[in-house]
Each structure stands twice: as C-alpha cells, then as structure tokens.
C-alpha cells in the first residue's frame, strides 16, 4: 500500500511547501483538490502550461506522485449536464498530460446521501467521461459518496457505465457511518473496481452530528480495513482527507498529516 494526503487538509499551503511536506514526512503522493485559492485543478499555476512541465520534473526529482486529480464533477445533475461533462474531460487531459493515473468524480453531491437520483443519468454521464478516458491511460473513478455509499446501488451504475477506464474510489468513511456496512461486506461488492481509498475517522455526536477525529482516535473501522486489504495484497492508494478546508476548525495538518504517517507505518 502507498499513502497519500488530500490538499484538501491544507487548503493555506503553497504548491511548494505541498511538496517539501510530502517529502520530508515520507507520503508516497499527494492528491490534488485544490491548492490556496484554487480549487479548480486545471486553473492551479502550477498546472498551467507554462508550468506543468517543471511541476512534473520536480516531482520526479523528488520521489513523488499526484495520486488523483479530485473533482466537483457532480453527475446526478442535469441543470449542468454539459459542464459537468465539459469539466471532467478537463480533468481528464490534466491528468493524462501530468501523468495520473486517476480522475474522481461524484454520483451525489454532499457525504449525507441526497435525494431524487436518477441512477440511469448518473451511469450515462459516468459512461461518457469513461469514453472520453479510454486510450489516456486515466481511469474515472466514482466515489462510494452520499446515495452511492450503498455499495450493492453503486455496483450498479459502475456495471451499467461499463468500461476499462472506469473504477471506484472506496472512501471507507461513507458506507460505514452512513449504511451501516462493514469493510468487509463493502469490499465483497466492490472489489473489482476498487482502484483507490479515502480514509478519515469520526465519531457521531449525542446530537447526531459527525466530528471528524485523526485517524484511530473515531470509531471508523480503518484498522480493520487495512487488514483487508494487506490480505489481499492491495498495492494502491490509501489517502488520508482531512476536510479542513470545509471544517477550518479541524486540528492543523502539519500534525494531522504526522499522525496519519505514524499511523500507517505501526500497520504496515
């Protein structure tokens, strides 16, 4: 297994200080959801044409990958069926000219499942970016998020899309707090499309609300994940998103981020 971090746990940091973070903590790569003001991917300086080819020599020179490019590409959502596509391909050729392997995009909008899916839309606009992929060496990967962290309703769509330039992207948070399913059952469903995870910890509050907790201090079964896939021999991503840059109130990532490292490495 290789672990990363999303840039959605340092939404203050520079480009470069992303990178030396990385480097100096021993991460394997970075996923890239925005960076300071820039949350759109393809409009980050660093990926402008003028500077997407020194971004990737200097990530070579230092040892590092971009993991996945993460999008907002909602595709439940026929009032922007056009751009959502438009902006998926977007992501698609960045990726393809950066040299990542993976694209995320969402069947529903928000972690709390939504309502009035339409899950034939979502497959056909899923299956449109996959087409767009196919050749690129990019993989479009949908995320066990909101209405689709139901695993079995999820496997359905991913069937329909069809494709070899399609997988999932387990985000182990999602089906369990809200579906009640346990790693193991999940990655029964899903295991042969699973490409890439997301990790983060909670506890659900006397209220009912979630707090996100650093890894191991929830009740998310991540250990137990990470059993899972160290016995069948999984070898991609396991990526840590912090949300801070939707909770600014979570605890800092540089020690956030430490953390995660330590706690991966006890499990390895």
């Known amino acids: 297994m290789k672990i990363a971090f999303s840039t959605l746990g340092c939404p203050d940091w520079s480009w470069d200080v992303i990178l030396a973070t990385a480097k100096d903590m021993g991460y394997d790569g970075i ?3 925005g960076i300071a003001n820039e ?15 020194r971004s990737a020599s200097k990530l070579k020179k230092m040892g590092l990958s971009v993991s996945c490019l993460t999008s907002a590409c ?40 939504g309502k009035d899916i339409d899950d034939g839309f979502v497959s056909d606009q899923l299956g449109k970016l996959c087409s767009y992929a196919k050749g690129s060496g990019v993989r479009v990967l949908i995320e066990t998020n ?24 387990w985000d182990v ?19 042969d499309w699973i490409c890439y995870l997301h990790v983060k910890d909670s506890v659900v509050t006397e209220d009912g609300k979630i707090r996100y907790k650093m890894m191991g201090y929830g009740d998310v079964p991540v250990a137990e994940t990470l059993d ?35 706690y991966m490495r006890r499990r390895k």
């Open 31 to 33: 996923e890239i959801r």
């Open 39 to 53: 949350i759109y991917a393809p409009k980050i300086p660093a990926f402008s044409p003028d500077n997407i080819d």
């Open 173 to 191: 948070h999602h089906p369990y707090r809200f579906f009640g399913e346990s790693p193991e059952y999940t990655y029964s469903v899903l295991r």
């Open 74 to 113: 909602y595709l439940y959502d026929r009032s922007a069926a056009d751009i959502t596509v438009s902006e998926g391909k977007e992501y698609i050729d960045l990726a393809r000219a950066l040299g990542v392997p993976f694209v995320r995009v969402l069947g529903d909008r928000d972690p709390q499942p």
């Open 146 to 169: 909101g209405v689709f962290a139901d695993s079995q309703r999820l496997l359905k769509v991913v069937e329909a899309a069809g494709g070899d330039s399609l997988g999932v992207l």
């Open 228 to 262: 899972l896939l160290k016995n069948n021999d999984f070898s991609g991503y396991v990526t840590l998103e912090w949300v801070k840059r939707w909770y600014s109130e979570l605890e800092e990532p540089g020690v956030v981020f430490m953390q995660y490292v330590n």
